[in-house]
């Protein structure tokens, strides 16, 4: 997978959820408004400070964390 540069990551923003370029839109937000069947214009439109690219890197990242397992460790 490609790094990923519009993500991030702020404990101080949104409670730390995964938003885009640091505003307050978060990585749920984006795949919530697409999975109800708006479109990337529409998406632009009510949220015009975000780029195209920001809604393909909030899909391209929603996927990854699907595909991610995550094993508990043994505890000795």
Do not use: H
Request: proline fraction near 7%; hydrophobic fraction near 45%; glycine fraction near 8%.
């Amino acid at each position: 997978m490609k790094q990923l540069t519009r993500i991030t990551f702020n404990p101080e923003v949104m409670g730390g959820k995964p938003c885009i370029r640091g505003m307050r839109v978060t990585v749920g937000t984006v795949v919530g408004l697409m999975a109800s069947g708006r479109t990337i214009p529409e998406i632009l439109k009510a949220y015009p400070y975000l780029e195209e690219a920001d809604i393909y890197e909030a899909l391209s990242y929603a996927a990854w964390r699907v595909e991610e397992i995550e094993v508990p460790l043994a505890i000795a």
